[in-house]
């Protein structure tokens, strides 16, 4: 009998170990992928270097770092906070806006095994995805 654990290693295996996109990505946008990251959060909507730390999951001091980059680049800008002045917005450019696309048209490609699934597989794929 098979077990979740089976299951998950396939998955994750599959996913991540055959399908990771990290390396392309980092590659293709001349990033470190946790300024990628950092872009997507970013792009999502403006958020204070607190916020970003937690979404980031890293220490201030980091995320700082990452940010002056991403600055230094012209993929982001710092703005007052409106309601908040002692604080800082970091907000995406289009230039930064363009890197994300790039990032996410490699992250989000299917494999070629899964675009080769018969619909019948792939559909049920999606119900047991999605029921997850």
């Known amino acids: 009998m098979t077990t979740p654990t089976e299951?998950?290693?396939?998955?994750?295996?599959?996913?991540?170990?055959r399908h990771e996109r990290r390396r392309e990505v980092s590659e293709a946008t001349d990033l470190p992928f946790v300024r990628v990251k950092a872009l997507r959060w970013i792009a999502r909507e403006p958020v204070t270097l607190g916020e970003l730390s937690q979404r980031l999951v890293n220490d201030r001091p980091y995320t700082t770092l990452i940010v002056n980059a991403l600055e230094e680049r012209g993929l982001v800008t710092r703005e007052a906070h409106p309601e908040d002045r002692r604080r800082k917005l970091v907000t995406i450019t289009d230039a930064g806006r363009r890197v994300v696309g790039k990032a996410e048209a490699i992250l989000?490609?299917?494999p070629a095994e899964l675009s080769a699934l018969?619909?019948?597989d792939l559909a049920t794929l999606d119900r047991i995805m999605r029921k997850l």
């Open 108 to 110: 989000f490609a299917p």
């Open 7 to 17: 299951v998950w290693l396939l998955m994750r295996g599959f996913a991540m170990d």
């Open 118 to 120: 018969d619909p019948e």
